[in-house]
């Protein structure tokens, strides 16, 4: 689950962390308001949305002006005025794709005196199941364009449950930084109020891009990514209000409220699959004879008729999805429960595209019954590569 840059810093900041005095604006009558309530002299105004790459971004529609979603200005009227012209605009980033996204929020916030930038981030180690510190003195750039080009300018280490965040981590990161006197003391204090609300509100990652060394030369959060644990997310009801499902490919959102695992993709081919390792061979085998994956759709060990119903319209909802592959290896998972829920979507939804279904194992034949007794015109498919095979010829023609 991922929050806007002015949740996570309201969110660092309950923790101690210094970050700029700033307003969300969801309305443009109350931008002025809001940009009045702070004393300048600069004013940033900044786009809502959960992509990167805001500032670098540009607005589809013309009068939205031609600065990207980062706006530098020196006047409350004048911040308004830019907040105004951002909200409801579409915005493409990198990160968004060529379609972007609609600006539903803005935020308005104090401007800070840059004398460094540096890059950090907390996130977690898969390698080591340990919180691992991502540290560099690039600050502003891509990570990943780091890494390509200057790899030797990043620290990485994690820390050990054992112990926990101590003092010592903090100065590894300040030294790595180039930190002196002040700073360390600050950044030992920062790195451990970091540390403290990625553990307690279960993060997955934390970016802070840039963190900065003021005109003033005190640390400071000048931007905040966060994400959390999706499977965590019940244990803070706090983090839960924060969602927003605007933000959230409709597909995928529907998908949450059946607890079916979904993620939309960009290709032709709809799968429903049990299984996250199996989901993941079926999308390999899909390319491997020549197309595309449109989705990823773990139905999970435990699926009902009805959720199997729910992920099938799920599927069909999507305009690019040209055909349908059920691929079902039946452990926990019943196969005659998939027979039915599919049966049940064809036809409650209808089917306008070709259809293969491939089940094994448990009430195998109880499912194939289900599937040859009903009027569905489905594609049997014997094993894996008979049914990637037989859909892909049937997209194909």
């Known amino acids: 689950m991922n929050i806007h840059e002015y949740q996570a810093k309201a969110l660092l900041a309950s923790y101690g962390a210094p970050v700029s005095d700033g307003r969300a604006v969801l309305k443009a009558e109350d931008a002025k308001t ?14 809502q949305i959960h992509a990167g790459g805001r500032g670098k971004g540009k607005f589809k529609e013309a009068d939205a002006g031609d600065a990207g979603g980062v706006r530098l200005t020196k006047s409350a009227v004048e911040a308004a005025e830019e907040a105004k012209k951002m909200l409801g605009r579409t915005l493409v980033t990198h990160q968004t794709g060529p379609a972007g996204k609609q600006v539903n929020r803005i935020y308005i916030e104090d401007g800070s005196g840059i004398e460094t930038e540096m890059y950090l981030a907390l996130l977690v180690d898969r390698q080591t199941s340990r919180i691992g510190f991502v540290v560099s003195t690039e600050g502003g750039m891509d990570i990943e364009e780091v890494a390509e080009k200057t790899p030797e300018k990043i620290l990485n280490f994690t820390v050990d449950p054992a112990t926990g965040y101590q003092a010592y981590h903090g100065r590894r990161v300040a030294f790595a930084l180039g930190l002196e006197g002040q700073q360390v003391k ?42 959390f644990d999706g499977n965590a997310v019940y244990r803070h009801a706090d983090i839960a209000a924060l969602r927003d499902e605007t933000e959230e490919d409709p597909k995928e959102l529907a998908a949450s409220k059946f607890d079916l695992n979904y993620i939309a993709l960009d290709g032709e081919i709809g799968c429903m699959v049990n299984g996250a390792g199996l989901a993941m061979a079926t999308m390999d085998i899909i390319k491997l004879y020549g197309a595309e994956p449109a989705n990823f759709l773990d139905v999970g060990g435990g699926a009902t008729k009805e959720k199997v119903t729910e992920a099938f319209k799920i599927i069909t909802s999507d305009p690019q999805v040209k055909g349908i592959l059920v691929n079902i290896f039946g452990g926990i998972m019943r196969c005659d429960v998939i027979a039915e829920g599919v049966v049940a979507a064809v036809k409650d939804v209808g089917l306008q595209v070709p259809l293969v279904v491939r089940l094994e194992g448990t009430n195998v034949e109880e499912g194939k019954a289900i ?15 008979d049914g990637a095979e037989k859909i892909v010829k049937a997209v194909k023609g």
């Open 371 to 385: 599937i040859n007794n009903s009027d569905v015109d489905v594609i049997a498919a014997d094993d894996l590569k």
């Open 34 to 47: 809001a940009a009045g309530e702070m004393d300048g002299p600069l004013w940033v105004v900044k786009a």
């Open 186 to 227: 600050q950044c030992v204090k920062l790195m451990g109020q970091l540390y403290k609300a990625f553990t307690e509100k279960d993060m997955e990652m934390l970016e802070i891009n840039p963190l900065i060394i003021t005109d003033e030369g005190s640390l400071k959060v000048l931007d905040a990514k966060v994400a």
